[in-house]
């Protein structure tokens, strides 16, 4: 129970982060950049999202790290708009703008981290290993 009020607590702050640091005004102008080069920005995007998924996961998960699909699915529903909001929302701070490459970024750390987090490390990995340790 203690690991469910601990990543809850942890997924909030840092939804809360990601909120602040979208409508925090931008100091930094991006706009010079060569569209040839990789931006490093589009990592970080992805990164905070795939970590708010490893939040969310292990927040919800029952004792056996178990998530319904339609959990998932309204999960990342929600999370999309989410996604889509954070980008929209800076359209109205100054240096700031909506930017569609960032918005996806953000959608693929969080389908990414569904199945990376859920899929790959707690329902296989994870599980298995209790159940190897239960044969044992």
């Known amino acids: 129970m203690a690991r469910k009020i601990i990543f809850g607590i942890l997924f909030f702050i840092w939804t809360i982060l990601l909120v602040l640091i979208s409508v925090l005004p931008n100091a930094n102008n991006l706009l010079d950049q060569d569209l040839s080069e990789f931006r490093w920005d589009y990592l970080e995007h992805f990164l905070f999202y795939f970590i708010l998924t490893f939040f969310y996961v292990l927040w919800r998960g029952n004792p056996n790290y178990y998530l319904r699909i339609t959990e ?65």
């Open 72 to 136: 998932i699915i309204l999960f990342l529903i929600a999370g999309f708009i989410f996604c889509w909001l954070t980008e929209y929302i800076q359209v109205f701070v100054p240096g700031r703008s909506f930017n569609t490459l960032d918005m996806v970024f953000n959608m693929a750390g969080m389908m990414l981290g569904i199945i990376i987090i859920y899929y790959l490390i707690i329902r296989i990995l994870i599980r298995n290993y209790f159940n190897l340790k239960s044969i044992l």
